[in-house]
């Protein structure tokens, strides 16, 4: 039998059985439609637009797979949806003509061969390794002499796409390697390109690649960063980026971050270096100009207790007001008040009228201050023992500590020739040899204690009786309490304002805006009474402070009295009145904390994050993310919630003032299991949280039972008898 024979055989046996050999041809494509036997139901639309691109770029690199519809000459797609609606997409917007025509396979009419066909072709596609793809992108540009530019266009990517290829390119040869040989992923390999010093990530990989975190592109990104500097870092703010790329600075571009504007300064010893010289030629300029004996530059954002500690500081004392200074304040306090009604009432904002007012106001607020000023101006003979410290603010200026200091106790005149120091004043120290002598006779020393509980009396019922004094001792009581915690002064009270301490000990937080802000309220207190040496003329003193000078000092005193708790349901850091405080405050903490990946993303359960975005943008940006990686899923939440990434402009709004739920003051307070009994009201006269009174009835029953007390006293024996005096 024949070659020829066996052909023409197998001819007939194929046109018996209705097959076709399919065939290449050109069909335009507006007599194409999508086939619903595409396998690919989901994702059709990502990556549309750079496929779009590419398509325009490059034209049809892969024929379409159709079979024939009914009507003579139309085709619906069984494979190669995605490249029809591209091409569809760019004949709607004039880039290609309307009757474009596009090659495709046609198939029979056979449903399964159909389908199997888009199985196939989706099946097969196998993604290249990241490395190949990376030594290609590099070998367009060195061996072929394209732009990246001209490569973004070709491949219908971004630049910064064709720019991160090329980082990876240059990965250190063991790190490439590694992608190649798919030890390590893509997002492990973008980590170690964070900077391209290639000795640094040839060394963090040896260090890493063999440990239970090395896989962590969190952990690596880190490692990597670690020594050096972000652009907004004080420092950093502070010298200029100008002024430390001309020193030979060196900056690392993280091509690999949401921000595209996102960098890390390497050389940080120079920068050091450079923030150091700028601070103290600002520390010399300062004590030319102010005469002061010595201006201390600290390279850092806060002045250290310990170095404060290490001098004496100075409190100059204000001396009292003349009476054309006390007159010509009363009048342009008046005048003040006037303006300031004017402002709220008659005058209508943005009017001549209103601005020439709100001018007069300003220069009103500094004649005062002017005058204030020049009662605490400081002997010159004294001045020139003195000095302070310049720093670095958050913002990146130069500050001036706002206290003076001296290497050894300094007094002022005005004081009564005492030093002033961080000790008490003369006679005040009621212990060991310094100890004051009684002048009082010779009494018992029942008597005394008699006489003095009868005296403490007296003056407990004068003081109630006088709310103004009261306030004032008030404050007073807690602001010295705070300017002498290293000393004993024999105050005899128990009122104190001890700060409260931090939960985790040694816990430092100068960087956060809060603790710059409560560092600043602090160096600006009104401290001109202090230097007095004892406490009558300390209190008189303090009591001619105005109003808002002692307000700042009762704010402040109270405020450290605080303790750190969250908005959580139970617990011991639970505390719903401090919730509600903030609500009252209208605080605001998304303005002064946000959620990074280093103090909290990266230290939550992946659920928690995806939560959070669900929160922010709906199971939509949920499930866009839910595949991510935990480290990736740290550092996308973190920028997003720090204004960055590419997002929809409502999404990027809720995430810029989302919070955890422990951070926010949303917390309302519950009654206590036991109600809290005062000495002030009978217990018939207790109300609940609804306002109603509460009687024994609305008591737990167990905390009755056998006359236990619910404070833990001993329990009651016997009934008290109603006429027995209680006292309050």
Same mark, same amino acid.
């Given at each position: 039998?024949?070659?020829?024979?066996?052909?023409?055989?197998?001819?007939?046996?194929?046109?018996?059985?209705?097959? !076709?050999?399919?065939?290449?041809?050109?069909?335009?494509?507006?007599?194409?439609?999508?086939?619903?036997?595409?396998?690919?139901?989901?994702?059709?639309?990502?990556?549309?637009?750079?496929?779009?691109? #590419?398509?325009?770029?490059?034209?049809?690199?892969?024929?379409?797979?159709?079979?024939?519809?009914?009507?003579?000459?139309?085709?619906?797609?069984?494979?190669?949806? !995605?490249?029809?609606?591209?091409?569809?997409?760019?004949?709607?917007?004039?880039?290609?003509?309307?009757?474009?025509?596009?090659?495709? @396979?046609?198939?029979?009419?056979?449903?399964?061969?159909?389908?199997?066909?888009?199985?196939?072709?989706?099946?097969?596609?196998?993604?290249?390794?990241?490395?190949?793809?990376?030594?290609?992108?590099?070998?367009?540009?060195?061996?072929?002499?394209?732009?990246?530019?001209?490569?973004?266009?070709?491949?219908?990517?971004?630049?910064?796409?064709?720019?991160?290829?090329?980082?990876?390119?240059?990965?250190?040869?063991?790190?490439?390697?590694?992608?190649?040989?798919?030890?390590?992923?893509?997002?492990?390999?973008?980590?170690?390109?964070?900077?391209?010093?290639?000795?640094?990530?040839?060394?963090?990989?040896?260090?890493?690649?063999?440990?239970?975190?090395?896989?962590?592109?969190?952990?690596?990104?880190?490692?990597?960063?670690?020594?050096?500097?972000?652009?907004?870092?004080?420092?950093?703010?502070?010298?200029?980026?100008?002024?430390?790329?001309?020193?030979?600075?060196?900056?690392?571009?993280?091509?690999?971050?949401?921000?595209?504007?996102?960098?890390?300064?390497?050389?940080?010893?120079?920068?050091?270096?450079?923030?150091?010289?700028?601070?103290?030629?600002?520390?010399?300029? @300062?004590?030319?100009?102010?005469?002061?004996?010595?201006?201390?530059?600290?390279?850092?954002?806060?002045?250290?207790?310990?170095?404060?500690?290490?001098?004496?500081?100075?409190?100059?004392?204000?001396?009292?007001?003349?009476?054309?200074?006390?007159?010509?304040?009363?009048?342009?306090?008046?005048?003040?008040?006037?303006?300031?009604?004017?402002?709220?009432?008659?005058?209508?904002?943005?009017?001549?009228?209103?601005?020439?007012?709100?001018?007069?106001?300003?220069?009103?607020?500094?004649?005062?201050?002017?005058?204030?000023?020049?009662?605490?101006?400081?002997?010159?003979?004294?001045?020139?023992?003195?000095?302070?410290?310049?720093?670095?603010?958050?913002?990146?200026?130069?500050?001036? *500590?706002?206290?003076?200091? =001296?290497?050894?106790?300094?007094?002022?005149?005005?004081?009564?020739?005492?030093?002033?120091?961080?000790?008490?004043?003369?006679?005040?120290?009621g212990s060991g040899d310094d100890a004051v002598a009684d002048p009082s006779p010779r009494l018992s020393a029942t008597l005394i204690e008699e006489l003095a509980t009868q005296r403490r009396q007296i003056l407990v019922a004068h003081v109630?009786?006088?709310?103004?004094?009261?306030?004032?001792?008030?404050?007073?009581?807690?602001?010295?309490?705070?300017?002498?915690?290293?000393?004993y002064v024999r105050d005899h009270s128990t009122l104190r304002a001890d700060p409260a301490q931090f939960p985790i000990f040694a816990f430092r937080d100068e960087a956060s805006m809060a603790s710059q802000t409560i560092e600043d309220q602090?160096?600006?207190?009104?401290?001109?009474?202090?230097?007095?040496?004892?406490?009558?003329?300390?209190?008189?003193?303090?009591?001619?402070?105005?109003?808002?000078?002692?307000?700042?000092?009762?704010?402040?005193?109270?405020?450290?009295?605080?303790?750190?708790?969250?908005?959580?349901?139970?617990?011991?850091?639970?505390?719903?009145? *401090?919730?509600? @405080?903030?609500?009252?405050?209208?605080?605001?903490?998304?303005?002064?904390?946000?959620?990074?990946?280093?103090?909290?993303?990266?230290?939550?359960?992946?659920?928690?994050?995806?939560?959070?975005?669900?929160?922010?943008?709906?199971?939509?940006?949920?499930?866009?993310?839910?595949?991510?990686?935990?480290?990736?899923?740290?550092?996308?939440?973190?920028?997003?919630?720090?204004?960055?990434?590419?997002?929809?402009?409502?999404?990027?709004?809720?995430?810029?003032?989302?919070?955890?739920?422990?951070?926010?003051?949303?917390?309302?307070?519950?009654?206590?299991?036991?109600?809290?009994?005062?000495?002030?009201?009978?217990?018939?006269?207790?109300?609940? #949280?609804?306002?109603?009174?509460?009687?024994?009835?609305?008591?737990?029953? =167990?905390?009755?039972? #056998?006359?236990?007390?619910?404070?833990?006293?001993?329990?009651?024996?016997?009934?008290?008898?109603?006429?027995?005096?209680?006292?309050?």
């Open positions: 039998m024949g070659l020829r024979f066996r052909l023409a055989r197998r001819r007939r046996r194929r046109a018996n059985s209705g097959w !076709r050999r399919p065939m290449i041809k050109s069909v335009k494509v507006k007599n194409l439609s999508l086939s619903n036997d595409n396998v690919r139901k989901r994702g059709r639309e990502v990556g549309l637009e750079e496929l779009a691109a #590419s398509i325009a770029a490059n034209g049809l690199l892969q024929n379409l797979v159709v079979t024939p519809l009914k009507k003579a000459g139309t085709f619906t797609v069984k494979a190669g949806g !995605r490249r029809l609606r591209a091409i569809q997409l760019l004949i709607g917007r004039g880039a290609l003509a309307a009757d474009h025509e596009v090659p495709v @396979l046609v198939l029979s009419v056979d449903d399964a061969a159909s389908v199997g066909a888009s199985l196939a072709e989706n099946r097969q596609r196998v993604p290249m390794n990241p490395a190949d793809d990376c030594l290609a992108f590099k070998h367009l540009i060195d061996q072929l002499g394209m732009t990246v530019e001209q490569v973004a266009i070709q491949q219908a990517v971004t630049v910064r796409f064709v720019e991160q290829r090329m980082r990876l390119a240059d990965l250190a040869p063991a790190i490439f390697e590694a992608l190649g040989s798919d030890e390590i992923d893509l997002g492990v390999a973008q980590a170690y390109a964070v900077t391209a010093d290639v000795d640094r990530q040839a060394r963090v990989f040896e260090q890493m690649k063999h440990s239970y975190y090395g896989k962590q592109p969190d952990n690596i990104r880190r490692a990597i960063l670690n020594g050096t500097v972000r652009p907004n870092d004080a420092k950093a703010r502070f010298v200029g980026r100008e002024a430390y790329v001309a020193a030979g600075g060196r900056i690392d571009g993280d091509l690999f971050a949401l921000d595209t504007d996102d960098e890390n300064w390497t050389d940080v010893d120079l920068l050091e270096d450079l923030a150091t010289k700028k601070l103290e030629a600002a520390a010399a300029e @300062l004590a030319a100009a102010q005469g002061l004996a010595f201006v201390t530059p600290i390279a850092a954002t806060h002045v250290p207790y310990d170095v404060e500690r290490q001098l004496h500081e100075f409190h100059p004392v204000a001396r009292p007001l003349t009476d054309e200074e006390q007159a010509r304040i009363e009048a342009l306090g008046l005048e003040n008040d006037a303006l300031i009604e004017a402002l709220e009432t008659d005058l209508a904002e943005g009017t001549p009228e209103a601005n020439a007012a709100n001018d007069r106001v300003e220069t009103i607020e500094r004649e005062i201050a002017e005058i204030d000023t020049a009662r605490k101006t400081i002997d010159p003979g004294v001045k020139a023992n003195l000095g302070t410290f310049v720093y670095i603010g958050g913002d990146g200026e130069a500050r001036v *500590h706002t206290r003076l200091f =001296s290497e050894k106790p300094l007094a002022d005149p005005r004081a009564g020739g005492a030093a002033s120091g961080n000790g008490a004043g003369p006679g005040e120290t109630a009786s006088d709310p103004m004094i009261a306030l004032d001792l008030t404050i007073f009581l807690m602001a010295q309490s705070l300017v002498f915690t290293t000393s602090r160096q600006h207190l009104d401290t001109t009474w202090v230097g007095h040496t004892t406490m009558s003329e300390r209190f008189d003193a303090f009591r001619t402070l105005p109003d808002d000078a002692r307000g700042a000092w009762v704010a402040f005193a109270v405020a450290q009295t605080l303790e750190a708790t969250l908005n959580v349901a139970d617990g011991a850091r639970a505390n719903g009145f *401090h919730d509600h @405080l903030g609500r009252l405050l209208d605080i605001q903490v998304a303005c002064l904390w946000r959620p990074t990946a280093e103090n909290y993303f990266g230290r939550v359960k992946k659920d928690v994050m995806l939560d959070a975005l669900e929160e922010i943008g709906g199971p939509i940006l949920r499930g866009r993310y839910k595949d991510a990686k935990k480290g990736e899923l740290a550092a996308t939440c973190a920028a997003l919630c720090n204004g960055q990434g590419i997002v929809e402009a409502e999404i990027r709004e809720k995430a810029t003032v989302w919070l955890p739920e422990a951070m926010r003051f949303d917390n309302v307070e519950r009654p206590e299991r036991v109600p809290a009994r005062s000495t002030f009201v009978d217990d018939g006269d207790a109300v609940g #949280s609804d306002g109603d009174e509460l009687d024994g009835d609305d008591l737990d029953g =167990s905390e009755l039972d #056998s006359g236990a007390n619910p404070l833990g006293d001993a329990p009651t024996q016997e009934p008290v008898d109603d006429d027995y005096p209680q006292a309050a």
